[in-house]
Structure formats: C-alpha cells, structure tokens
C-alpha cells in the first residue's frame, strides 16, 4: 500500500462526528467538486467506513487509495478517476 502520511487533498470532508451513512454521503457531494486526478480526503470516525468508501469507489470507478489512522479517526483518500 501506498504511503499516504504525506497526500496532498484537493479536498477534505470533515465526517467525523456523523454515523454511517454520512461520511459516505459527504463523499459523493464532495467527489463531484474535485476534478478528474485530484484527492479527496474523508475524516471519518465510523469504521464502517473503511468498508463503504471502498465499495462505493468500486461502484463508481474511483480509486480507493487506503486509509491512516489518526488520533480518534480516519483519513480516508480517493483519487477521483471520471
């Protein structure tokens, strides 16, 4: 996996206070604001999460670059592909 410590996002969502589906939700209002080849990063405090944002990018044709954990959250990153 990719190191990702040092991504730099185009976009960050700040879902970090919502329960599933919200972060999940966040992101597809978010995706369609970066362009095609930027990042757009999720803070999630759902682990739920960490299996919806990758089922959503294969659903979508996005790519789902990884997660790292940070102090009470996640940082969830996706490389907008179309």
């Known amino acids: 996996m990719t190191d990702l410590s040092n991504v730099q996002s185009a976009k960050s969502v700040d879902a970090r206070a919502m329960a599933c589906p919200g972060p999940l939700l966040e992101a597809k209002k978010a995706i369609g604001s970066i362009t095609v080849g930027q990042i757009l990063e999720i803070m999630s405090g759902d682990h739920g999460s960490r299996e919806d944002i990758p089922a959503w990018c294969k659903?979508?044709?996005?790519?789902?670059?990884?997660?790292?954990?940070?102090?009470?959250?996640?940082?969830?990153?996706?490389?907008?592909?179309?």
């Not at 790519?63 to 907008?80: A, K, N």
């Open 59 to 82: 659903k979508t044709g996005n790519e789902y670059m990884g997660f790292v954990e940070r102090d009470g959250y996640d940082s969830i990153y996706v490389l907008r592909k179309k």
